[in-house]
């Protein structure tokens, strides 16, 4: 508590700030005239203090107070602090909006009004037409995408109410000014926010009589939580402690049976996110690669590299040629590359060895290269760029390849490196 402070402080905030909780409130006054050791005095009982502490107790704050098992601290006793709060206190707090249009003030804005408030005030977060720059907050789209692996939940798709965009708007946006909105802007705003989300016309008008006329497309996605009556009887039961198992154990599958990391149809671990420029443009990601599946499918393969010499199933997607989207991204994230690596016609020795043809070729082949160690003996030994290596490799090359030379932290997405491969796959040797 500053001394300087010339506005109240509210020194008790239990939860949810309705209008009886905050009336509730105890509001301190700290101006300059308030007299500063104040707190400790009332608190101590007319017993307790003279044996206690006589002394220090003017100086002692509460918290030491309290902890002192000498002092008694009696519940009843009022603290002696602060006043009821003012109604305009408590207005100022009271900003809930319900969904029944409870709470909403009375005001009215239109979607022409709302477009220039939230350009001024919100587009240099949210965007122009509310898509969200870079990564703010998207208010905008996303409609029937909330069943997909990458849902856009926005007001228009995901949120059930209208009344949640009037109240969050108005109590914590424009972020870093919160509350500095009017009411008829916050109407205008959220009128313009119905408009990007195509759910009225552009000449709508929003006010608190047609307020609760409004029904947000996601409103029967939520529903209450019925549990309580429909569940938790089921887990309410006393609980078995002892003899519960009626039958021996049985062994029906082997760990070495199923694969540990199940897959998606995709062919890619599962819940592994697809690629999102590919989700952009619509395109799926291929069909399963047949090397990523070799490791789980034959566990024996300490040496995988001398059976897939020559010509690697990796090295050729059973697609046919990659995807040129794909393509167009590894060729971003060669730029990572590109300070060490040359890869074209011409392309020469630099930093690191000359990539073209590295696809499918053994390790450690490139002439006119001083390879690591490392390297030069995966490479001797039959090792082999194919996916899975390439993968391992630029994930994290020096747990792939002690020792390497390339001082390189690694692509740790995998997107990033299928990309790259597919982009090195378009040069060959
Ligand atoms: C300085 C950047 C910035 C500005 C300006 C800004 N916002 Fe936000 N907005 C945010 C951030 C950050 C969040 C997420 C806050 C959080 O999750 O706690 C957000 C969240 C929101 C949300 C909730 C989105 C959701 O789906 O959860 C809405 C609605 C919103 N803002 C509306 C507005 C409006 C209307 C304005 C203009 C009056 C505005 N914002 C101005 C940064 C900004
Ligand atoms: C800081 C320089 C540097 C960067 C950045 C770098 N590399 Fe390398 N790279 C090397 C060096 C040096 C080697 C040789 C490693 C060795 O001998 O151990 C190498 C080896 C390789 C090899 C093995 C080539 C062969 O002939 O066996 C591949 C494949 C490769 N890098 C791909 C990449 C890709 C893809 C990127 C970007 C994502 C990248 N590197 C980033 C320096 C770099």
């Keep these: 508590m500053s001394k300087s402070s010339e506005f109240p402080t509210i020194l008790l905030v239990t939860g949810w700030a309705t209008a009886a909780t905050v009336a509730a409130f105890v509001v301190a006054t700290t101006g300059q005239d308030a007299p500063e050791p104040a707190p400790a005095a009332p608190i101590v009982t007319a017993e307790a ?17 309290a902890a002192d098992p000498g002092i008694v601290i009696p519940a009843a006793v009022p603290l002696g602090l602060g006043r009821p709060a003012l109604p305009e206190e408590i207005d100022a707090w009271d900003l809930a909006v319900l969904p029944d249009g409870t709470g909403l003030p009375e005001g009215s804005g239109d979607v022409e009004t709302g477009d220039a408030v939230f350009a001024e005030n919100c587009a240099s977060c949210h965007g122009d037409f509310a898509e969200g720059l870079d990564s703010w907050p998207v208010l905008a789209g996303g409609a029937g995408s909330l069943t997909d692996r990458r849902p856009v939940k926005t007001i228009g798709s995901y949120w059930p109410y209208l009344s949640t965009v009037f109240d969050y708007i108005h109590r914590s946006m424009p972020f870093g000014q919160a509350q500095t909105l009017s009411v008829d802007d916050t109407y205008a705003i959220t009128a313009f926010l119905l ?45 078995c402690m002892e003899n519960c198992r009626t039958a021996a154990p049985e062994v029906t599958k082997r760990a070495v049976e199923i694969s540990v990391t199940p897959r998606d149809a995709d062919g890619k671990p599962a819940g592994t996110l697809p690629v999102l420029s590919l989700v952009a443009t619509g395109k799926t990601v291929a069909p399963a690669e047949p090397a990523a599946e ?52 011409g392309a020469k020795t630099a930093v690191g060895p000359a990539l073209n043809g590295v696809i499918g070729a053994a390790m450690a ?51 990033d490196r299928d990309a790259v491969i597919a982009y090195l796959s378009t040069f060959g040797p």
């Design 49 to 65: 203090a003279p044996e206690a502490a006589p002394e220090p107790v003017a100086e002692t704050p509460v918290a030491e107070a």
């Design 195 to 239: 408009y990007s989300n195509g759910l009225v016309e552009d000449d709508f008008t929003l006010s608190h009589e047609n307020f609760t006329e409004i029904v947000m497309p996601n409103a029967d996605g939520f529903y209450p939580d019925d549990r309580p009556e429909t569940e938790y009887s089921l887990f309410r039961a006393e609980p």
């Design 294 to 345: 070799a490791p789980a499918a034959e566990p024996a393969a300490a040496e995988p590299a001398t059976e897939t010499t020559g010509v690697s199933p990796a090295a050729e997607p059973a697609s046919g040629a990659p995807d040129p989207t794909l393509i167009a991204a590894g060729e971003t994230v060669f730029k990572k590359c590109a300070a060490c690596h040359k890869v074209g016609e």
């Design 365 to 415: 082949q490139a002439g006119g290269f001083n390879y690591s160690a490392t390297l030069a003996e995966m490479g001797a030994g039959g090792g082999v760029w194919d996916a899975t290596a390439l993968h391992s490799f630029l994930e994290n090359p020096k747990a792939f390849a002690p020792g390497t030379k390339m001082a390189f932290a690694g692509l740790k997405e995998p997107e």
